[in-house]
């Protein structure tokens, strides 16, 4: 019904998502990142898919969530989309005072996919299934004060919502260490069977050393946060 989302039995892999119609269903979440004081930092984690067109074949825009402030003129603040459908980028700003232009993702949006991003001061992140999608070093924290799950609400450009499936959202009000990350994208990949080659190399040979750079599968992803079937992206020559 309106503005009611559905809950699926068998949504991923035999457990439960929520489902987004797209039209006004979302979530009105507590303000729990600015009260009783603003965090000075946030990571989020999202399992999630999103229907890319609509019943009639064409491009949607999808709004996800809203989190960050970012606002475009006076109390109006900038609208999130995964993705806009003109150009497939992902616009995001969660956790910060800059909604970021982040690029198209190497992902099919349309497939279930961990979706990461963490704000720091001086810092945005944001990662899908563990590989980096996009950075920034000139980040300034900011948290909206009426944040949602399934639609960006009453922002710039009206509100979108999200026509599309979520698992699971893990929202924390730090930025977690690499193997705390690590951690968190084995267990969601684990829990939901994903099958994220990272975190499947992990968990099947922590001790080897896919790429033959030297360092272990383990090291990569835990200390380094680097790509264990890609040589030397560490750095290490």
Same mark, same amino acid.
């Given at each position: 019904?309106?503005?009611?989302?559905?809950?699926?039995?068998?949504?991923?892999?035999? *457990?439960? *998502?929520?489902?987004?119609?797209?039209?006004?269903?979302?979530?009105?979440?507590a303000n729990v990142m600015n009260a009783p004081t603003p965090a000075t930092a946030g990571e989020m984690f999202v399992v999630l898919k999103a229907a890319i067109r609509d019943a009639g074949g064409n491009l949607r825009h999808n709004g996800p969530w809203d989190f960050g402030n970012s606002i475009y003129t006076g109390s109006q603040h900038y609208n999130n989309y995964y993705p806009w459908a003109g150009d497939g980028i992902v616009y995001e700003d969660f956790g910060s005072t800059t909604r970021y232009t982040t690029g198209v993702p190497a992902?099919?949006?349309?497939?279930?996919?961990?979706?990461?991003?963490?704000?720091?001061?001086?810092?945005?992140?944001?990662r899908f299934n563990g590989a980096l999608h996009f950075s920034s070093s000139t980040n300034t924290v900011g948290w909206i004060n009426t944040p949602h799950l399934g639609g960006s609400v009453g922002g710039a450009n009206g509100s979108w919502y999200l026509a599309g499936d979520i698992a699971e959202v893990l929202v924390f009000d730090r930025v977690l260490t690499k193997a705390e990350n690590a951690a968190v994208g084995s267990y969601l990949n684990a829990k939901?069977?994903?099958?994220?080659?990272?975190?499947?190399?992990?968990?099947?040979?922590?001790?080897?050393?896919?790429?033959?750079?030297?360092?272990?599968?383990?090291?990569? *992803?835990? *200390?380094?946060?680097?790509?264990?079937?890609?040589?030397?992206?560490?750095?290490?020559?």
């Open positions: 019904g309106a503005k009611q989302s559905e809950a699926v039995a068998d949504g991923l892999n035999a *457990v439960p *998502v929520v489902r987004f119609d797209g039209a006004d269903d979302s979530f009105n979440l992902v099919p949006l349309d497939q279930f996919n961990l979706f990461n991003a963490s704000s720091t001061a001086g810092s945005w992140v944001s939901y069977a994903l099958h994220i080659p990272g975190y499947d190399l992990l968990a099947a040979d922590p001790d080897g050393d896919a790429d033959g750079d030297g360092l272990t599968n383990r090291q990569e *992803v835990e *200390v380094y946060g680097t790509n264990p079937q890609t040589a030397d992206t560490d750095g290490d020559g």
